[in-house]
Each structure stands twice: as structure tokens, then as C-alpha cells.
């Protein structure tokens, strides 16, 4: 055979994915190695898998064939495998046509694993290494009596055109990704990626690995909570020094379980899991939740057994939570799954919970069951190897027993994926998210995690509608209102009580909060009893300019709060007229008894009224609900992509410049850049000498401002003196000589006054995990100073370009605010679209400012602009699906 050159191997092609059941394999490039492979798996191919491939019997693979199927350059000739442990289940390949930008492609899949999306997922490696090596597109021959082949191009996504000869359908198609292709591939991945979770959260069998008879041992605790939970199915502890553990029969090792083993619960000490995955592999477990500390945690050595661990368990198709995890809870009454350390559960609700921190895990629990905030999934994921809360995410997508969403993250894994998740699942159920982490990351995270930017989790947040919270008491004070009132259509809210200084308070911190109050609040006096309280409560709820209610109030002396309680929880629930109610009553947190609708188990349920201690508290979570209510109902927008670009000119001149080693263009360049984007400097010369000063206004057309530089289009603060409004040839050369002299160059720009009104800039941010963020403000120093400044991640829509526009704290100067001039909004968020698209056409522009762009009546027109280029940072959720691999 020809020798094999492993500088040539393509390692960025190698990935781990998710199939159709929940499932994994490792793909990766063929090389010379797999002829031994390749031959095994071509005998356990059926006599019409063969002939559907080869169009014949085909029964073995000749030498000289074999050798040209391991032997490829990875540009014109391309292999994939699909490997599920040691061995090859699938195989895709393509070749380039002569002298064209086509290739031929084709694929095969083992009998028995055929119906999983292998052939779906190698057509999109394929394609994106095609993409990579300058191809165009993939012609496919098919015999007509095989179907399921036949769909897999047909249901692809691709623009496919077809003829049929002799018994055989030619197929060809552009590779390029079409927005139904992309559509395809993340429904794919969304309902893979949902199973998986499935696997681990629907178990019918669990085995605790390491189960153990001491009280001490985190062994024990995990077999005591899935017995004491009741678990539906069977489980096994697997000791090897006892037959039984806690009366139950223990195997010495999960190969000697003799039934099926969908999940194991590992419990072994760090040292001992190369053994025990050995055995899982074998014994075909579907998905681990390792709760066994010393991995990342610890540094370097457990940080590469912990890469080993996810490894080995995706590429023998299993998923894995943790290492170092709490566990994983499924409340369901058809389940009953509690594979954690958690000894106290809180009752059944329609909340899933996703929580990095294992310590705090224990406390969430406890917690979310003292408030009477019913779960219905808790995800602990510790270190997150392998599954982590974008997976959860997709699974809560179209979980139907989950209405909302909570999320405690110390970092992300892969934000661009986070933000697209979150924005498409924030839509139909909300998301409540505590993110740690700002000024440190544990080392643990810090594995499988990118640094991130404040103004960036803002951004991605307030575009995918998550409601951020600062914290824990927080993140339950919004679940308490999500989970058990429904949401508010508008922000008119009523306040009620038997305290005027409380409802006064109430009051105070809804304005404070930008919720509108309908009237004054009603004070039925102390002195008022349950009737009188429940008809002003009734009174409100009915009124067509109350959207929300916030009852405030303090128990008399001589009748028992209790009594007010039930009356309250009876009017919402009868004449609530959908609007949502909170409450400070009894001083309780939480749900008691008295406001509480039993669910199916007991536990409070929808139309449960929560109770906070304090009405600051109460109203500040009506105020996140409402603004995400606000979020939810707006109009999605539509990804714009302005007219009159140009992006094959501008990723031309970015490489240009690139391939000469420069960092910033120059002025011309930059001016060209922006211009294959519609995007107008205004006009300037450089000129060298008063006599060129006055002949370059004139030309432009007084008036004219200008400016001493060494460079025209740097930042404001490298400006050296200006000059505005020159209106004559005599003023531009006293301009220019007063320049020169102030500055001591004697390089001046010339530039033609823009129409008169308020400064803003408009830029981009380069965010090594999310990508590239747009962000736009008002120019000036005390701006710059308070961080006024509103960020927005790519793609974007014409409601992010809008909200963007709209967005800082000194917004309002734009639409006249005390007398400031009007501006033409529509202007500014075309020009907004415009960086964008240029930002994500064109990812080797690192860094764009466009300051100031002046924003008037007549337009935004942008006065000076800077570009800076580099290579392209990596984009985590573009490309074919794959799963996230560790630092």
C-alpha cells in the first residue's frame, strides 16, 4: 500500500455525533490502518446492502479496490468512517470528477444499525469537507428499487435534480448550505440530541456501580434514594465483596447482570473507571452519570482521564453526566428516578431544573421543596464531559411534561449553540437563568468552557428572552410565579390590601420597575373581613385596565389569616380572568397550604398563589415575567440582508490585505470595504499643503470640516485638532496652517460636513465563545464612562436591529428627548444590518468601529470608521452536527 503521511490527516474532521435513538458514534477520516476494518465490515454487510452499494454481489473486496478505498489525499478523495468502539458500521466517501467542481458520493450502512441517521450525518461531513476542498457539488447514482436511499438525499434539505435510466436515478445537487438544509440538519440534531436525554432521564433499568454498604460512602446514598424513590424498574448494585446491599442482590461486576442495563450510576473512585467503563462498553449500557469526584477538578492528569472518559463512552455509543455530579431525578409517576445524592426531593411540577454545581445541588432541592416548586427533571451535570444544558435544552423542547425552564450556570460549552437554543425554546417556555462566574471560573468549568464576556451573556440573554436573575432566591422567586399563575398581557397592574404603607411600598417599586399602576391601591382597612377582602381582590381582577395583581396584606388581630388566604386563592382560581396574581401574605415564602391548588400528587400546583416576605420581592418577580411576557409576544423579526452588498469583493480585499501581513486597512481600503456593504464615509481628501486644503473644499463643497492626523480614519481620540464648518477657501488655509502648527504634522484632512445631529457609534465586538457581537451607543465621554453601550449577537433580525437602536439608557436623545434633534431611526438600523452582515460574511473582520456616525433627520452618516482584520475565530454551532469536545 502506499504510505501513509499523517501531517495529511485532516483531525479537524473527526467528531462525535448523536443518532436518531439517542446513540453515538465517533466519525472520523479512513486511513491505511482500516483495511483489516474495512474488510470485517464488508462481510457483515447483507447480500442486498451489497448489492444497493455496488450494484452487484460484490461479495468480497478485491486487493487492488481495498487499497484505493483506505488510500485517499483528503481533498479529492474523501472517506469517512462511523466507528462504534473498535469497529466500522458505516462508511461515505467521495470523489472528485476529473477536471470539475463535482464529485461523486456515496455511502453504506451495517444491516443492523441502518435507520439511525448515520447516512443523513456522513452526507453533511461530506458535504462540509467537500465545501472545504472547492467544491461545488455531488452527483449520486441509486439504484431505483432502494428507497431508503433515495430519501436520505431527497429529505437532505438540498435543491436535488433527478433522471432515471435504466433502473438507476442520477442525482445532483449543490453542496453549498441552503436555510432548509440547516433547517433539516438542527431538527435532526434537536431530536437526537432530545433522545439522548431521554436515555438517561427514562431509564428501565439501572445499575449502581459501586454500590456499597457503608452509610458513608456516596455508593450507599445513590441505591438508598432510587429504592426509597421507588424506581419502576429494576435495580442492581454491583459490589464485588458482597451478594447483597441493602437486601437487594449485588453482581460482582455489570457483566454479570443478566438482563439489559439502560443506565449506571457510577460511584468508584477515579482510579478504578477504566475497569468499570470496560465493562459498560461491553455490556451495551445507553448512558452513565458518573457521580465520582477527582477528574478536571483536580488539574491536568484528571482533566485528560476525564477527556478519556467522555471519549471512550461516546465512541461505544454512550452519553455521560458528570464526572463529579449530583445526579439526574425524573419525577414522573411512570419513573420515579432518583439517581443522585439528593436525599429530599420536592414534589411533582412541570419545572426542569439544570444545575452545573453539584454542592449546590443538595441545597436547589431542598430548597424548590420547602417553597412548594414541584420539578419535573433535575439535571445536576458537575464537569460536564459530555452532556451538559444545551442538551437539556433540546430535550425540554418538546418535553410535554416541562412548561419552565431553570438554569444555574457557572460557564458555557458552546454559547453560540446556548443563544440559538434558548432563543427558539424561550418562545414556548420560559427560562429563568442564574449565570455565575463573572470575574472567575472554577477549574473544573474552566476544561470545558471559554472565558465570556459580561456585555455578551447580557446580549445573548436579552435576545433569547432568558430571564436573567441575580440570585438563587431570586431564580425561585420567578419560578414560584411561572410555574403556578399564568402570564401577564400586558404591564397594568392593581395593588390590594389592608395596609397603606405596605401598598404604598408595592406601589413605589412597581413604577420603579417600568410597570404602569391602574389607580391607586385599595386599602380595605385592618379592620375589613375575608368578604370585604375578596370583593376588592374580585374588583380588580375584573377591571378591563388591570393586567396583573399584587395583594399586599398584614393578618389582623382577631381573625386568622388563614381565612383571607382561602378566600384569595378561591377568587383566583374563579374570577382570576387569566391575569396572574402575587402576594405577600402571612409573611410565608412560597406556597403555604392556604393559597395552594393541589396537583396530581398534592403538591401546589397551577393556580397556586405565591407568597413573598417581602412586597419589594413580589413585585420585582411580576416585573421579570412581565418584560419576558413582553419578549414572548413581540414579533419575531426576519434575518434581513440589506440590498446592494457585495460579499465576494469584501472577503477579497480582506484576504488581500491579510496575505500582506496587514493588521488595520488603510483608509482606502477601509472606505472600499464598507462599501460593499452600502455603507457611505463621508466624502474626504488627504491633502499636504494649504493651496490643496482650499482646492480639496472646494471641490467637496463648503462647508467642510477639518482635521490634523497622521491617519484619517483612527479613533476620535487620536485626533489632534479639528476645525468644523469651513466655508471658504480663505478659512480652509488658515485652518490648515493653525492644524499644522498645533499638531506639528503636516498632514490635514479634508472632509464634507454631514448634516447636523447626535453622535452615536456603531461597532463590532469579537467574543471568543459566542462570536461576534453589534453594539451601538451614543457617543461621548460620560457614555464611554458609564458603559452605555447595547449589544446584539449575529445573525441579526430587524427586531434585533430595532431593539438595538432602542436599547441605551441615553436612547431617547435620538427621538428628541429635551429638544435633542430627531433622528431617523430607520436610517441607523439599516446601517446596524449592514455591519452585521458584513460580520458574518466576512468573519476575518476582527474589529470595526464606525464613530462618529452622525444620526439626524436626513440619515446616519458615518464620519470616520476603522477595520482591523485577523483569522476567523472559531465558530461552534456552524458547520455539520457534532457533539462539543473538551479543551
Known amino acids: 500500500m502506499t504510505d501513509f503521511d499523517p501531517y495529511d490527516y485532516p483531525r479537524r474532521w473527526e467528531a462525535d455525533v448523536v443518532l436518531s435513538d439517542g446513540g453515538t458514534v465517533h466519525l472520523r477520516p479512513i486511513t491505511p490502518d482500516d483495511a483489516d476494518r474495512l474488510v470485517a465490515f464488508h462481510g457483515r454487510l447483507s447480500e442486498r446492502t451489497r448489492y444497493f452499494r455496488y450494484f452487484g454481489a460484490y461479495p468480497r473486496i478485491p486487493p487492488r479496490d481495498l487499497e484505493r478505498f483506505v488510500t485517499l489525499d483528503h481533498h479529492d478523495r474523501v472517506g469517512f468512517a462511523a466507528m462504534l468502539g473498535d469497529d466500522i458500521i458505516a462508511v461515505g466517501r467521495y470523489e472528485r470528477l476529473q477536471g470539475s467542481d463535482q464529485a461523486e458520493v456515496a455511502f453504506v450502512v451495517e444491516d443492523g444499525h441502518q435507520g439511525r441517521g448515520i447516512g443523513s450525518i456522513l452526507l453533511e461531513h461530506l458535504a462540509a469537507a467537500a465545501q472545504e476542498s472547492g467544491l461545488k457539488r455531488f452527483v449520486a447514482e441509486v439504484l431505483g428499487e432502494n428507497g431508503q436511499m433515495v430519501r436520505i438525499f431527497k429529505d437532505a434539505g438540498y435543491q436535488i435534480s433527478r433522471a432515471l435510466e435504466d433502473g438507476v436515478i442520477h442525482l445532483e445537487f449543490a ?434 398563589i405565591p407568597s413573598y416576605p417581602s412586597p419589594e420581592r413580589a413585585v420585582l418577580a411580576l416585573a421579570r415575567v412581565t418584560r419576558y411576557a413582553r419578549w414572548r409576544s413581540a414579533p419575531r423579526g426576519t434575518l434581513v440582508r440589506p440590498d446592494g452588498i457585495k460579499p465576494d469583493a469584501a472577503r477579497e480585499l480582506v484576504q488581500e490585505v491579510m496575505d500582506g501581513g496587514a493588521e488595520w486597512l488603510t483608509d482606502t481600503q477601509v472606505v472600499q470595504l464598507l462599501g460593499f456593504y452600502g455603507i457611505e464615509v463621508a466624502p474626504f481628501k488627504i491633502v499636504s499643503s494649504a493651496d490643496e486644503a482650499a482646492d480639496a473644499a472646494g471641490k467637496l463643497g463648503f462647508p467642510v470640516a477639518a482635521k490634523a492626523s497622521n491617519s484619517l480614519l483612527k479613533h476620535r481620540s487620536d485626533l489632534v485638532g479639528v476645525r468644523l464648518d469651513i466655508s471658504s477657501p480663505e478659512t480652509m488655509r488658515a485652518a490648515y496652517t493653525d492644524l499644522c502648527q498645533v499638531s506639528g504634522v503636516d498632514t490635514v484632512y479634508v472632509q464634507r460636513m454631514v448634516a447636523k445631529g447626535t453622535s452615536c457609534v456603531i461597532g463590532l465586538q469579537d467574543d471568543p465563545s459566542f462570536g461576534t457581537l453589534v453594539s451601538f451607543g451614543l457617543s461621548g465621554v460620560v457614555n464611554d464612562l458609564l458603559g452605555d453601550r447595547a449589544y446584539r449577537s449575529i445573525p441579526m433580525t430587524d427586531v434585533d436591529a430595532a431593539g438595538l437602536v432602542r436599547a441605551p439608557k441615553a436612547a431617547p436623545l435620538l427621538a428628541g428627548y429635551g429638544g435633542s434633534p430627531m433622528a431617523d431611526l430607520g436610517s441607523l438600523e439599516d446601517l446596524v444590518l449592514r455591519v452585521a452582515a458584513l460580520a458574518e460574511d466576512v468573519p476575518e473582520v476582527r474589529r470595526l468601529e464606525l464613530e462618529p456616525v452622525v444620526a439626524s433627520e436626513s440619515g446616519a452618516s458615518v464620519v470616520y470608521a476603522r477595520v482591523a482584520v485577523g483569522p476567523p475565530p472559531s465558530r461552534h454551532d456552524t458547520g455539520p452536527r457534532r457533539l462539543r469536545t473538551m479543551n
Open 175 to 608: 453542496i453549498d448550505p441552503t436555510e432548509e438544509s440547516v433547517a433539516v440538519a438542527r431538527s435532526r440534531e434537536q431530536a437526537a440530541e432530545a433522545r439522548s436525554v431521554h436515555n438517561v432521564l427514562h431509564p428501565k433499568s439501572v445499575a449502581v456501580i459501586g454500590a456499597s454498604t457503608d452509610p458513608t460512602k456516596v455508593g450507599y446514598a445513590v441505591l438508598t434514594n432510587l429504592l426509597t424513590a421507588d424506581f419502576a424498574g429494576p435495580v442492581f448494585p454491583v459490589n464485588a465483596e458482597h451478594a447483597s446491599v441493602r437486601g437487594v442482590r449485588a453482581y460482582r461486576r455489570v457483566l454479570d447482570i443478566p438482563d439489559p442495563v439502560d443506565l449506571a450510576v457510577v460511584a468508584v473512585p477515579a482510579t478504578s473507571i477504566n475497569e468499570v467503563m470496560d465493562d459498560c462498553l461491553a455490556k451495551g449500557v445507553k448512558a452513565l452519570v458518573v457521580v465520582t469526584s477527582g477528574f478536571s477538578e483536580i488539574g491536568d492528569e484528571g482533566r485528560s482521564a476525564e477527556r478519556k472518559l467522555a471519549e471512550e463512552a461516546r465512541a461505544h455509543g454512550m452519553r455521560v453526566v458528570g464526572p463529579n455530579a449530583l445526579g439526574v431525578v425524573n419525577m414522573d409517576r411512570a419513573v420515579r428516578l432518583n439517581a443522585s445524592l439528593a436525599p429530599k426531593l420536592p414534589g411533582l411540577g412541570r419545572t426542569g431544573f439544570f444545575c452545573q454545581s453539584g454542592a449546590l445541588g443538595t441545597a436547589i432541592l431542598a430548597d424548590a421543596a420547602a417553597r412548594g416548586l414541584g420539578l419535573s427533571t433535575f439535571v445536576s451535570a458537575g464537569n460536564r464531559a459530555d452532556v451538559s444544558g444545551n442538551d437539556l435544552l433540546q430535550y425540554w423542547m418538546t418535553d410535554p411534561a416541562t412548561d419552565v425552564v431553570l438554569l444555574y450556570l457557572e460557564s458555557f460549552g458552546n454559547p453560540r449553540k446556548f443563544a440559538r437554543l434558548a432563543r427558539r425554546l424561550g418562545r414556548t417556555k420560559p427560562i429563568v437563568a442564574v449565570k455565575s462566574g463573572r470575574n472567575a471560573v472554577s477549574p473544573a468549568l474552566a476544561a470545558t468552557s471559554v472565558q465570556v464576556d459580561e456585555p455578551s451573556v447580557q446580549a445573548v440573554f436579552e435576545q433569547a428572552g432568558v430571564i436573567r436573575v441575580e440570585s438563587l432566591a431570586q431564580l425561585f422567586d420567578t419560578a414560584l410565579l411561572l410555574a403556578h399563575q399564568p402570564l401577564p398581557e400586558g404591564s397594568r397592574v392593581a395593588v390590594v390590601g389592608n395596609s397603606t404603607a405596605i401598598g404604598v411600598l408595592a406601589a413605589d417599586t412597581a413604577l420603579a420597575q417600568g410597570l404602569e399602576l391602574a389607580g391607586e391601591p385599595v386599602d380595605v382597612g385592618p379592620q375589613a373581613g375575608p368578604e370585604q377582602f375578596a370583593a376588592a381582590v374580585k374588583d380588580a381582577l375584573s377591571r378591563d385596565d388591570v393586567d396583573a395583581l399584587i395583594v399586599v396584606f398584614v393578618p389582623p388581630l382577631a381573625i386568622p389569616g388563614a381565612a383571607y388566604a382561602r378566600e384569595l386563592r378561591e377568587v383566583g382560581l374563579t374570577q382570576g380572568q387569566g391575569k396572574p396574581i402575587v402576594s405577600t401574605f402571612l409573611a410565608a415564602e412560597g406556597v403555604p397550604a392556604e393559597l395552594a391548588v393541589p396537583g396530581p400528587d398534592g403538591s401546589p400546583g397551577r393556580g397556586s
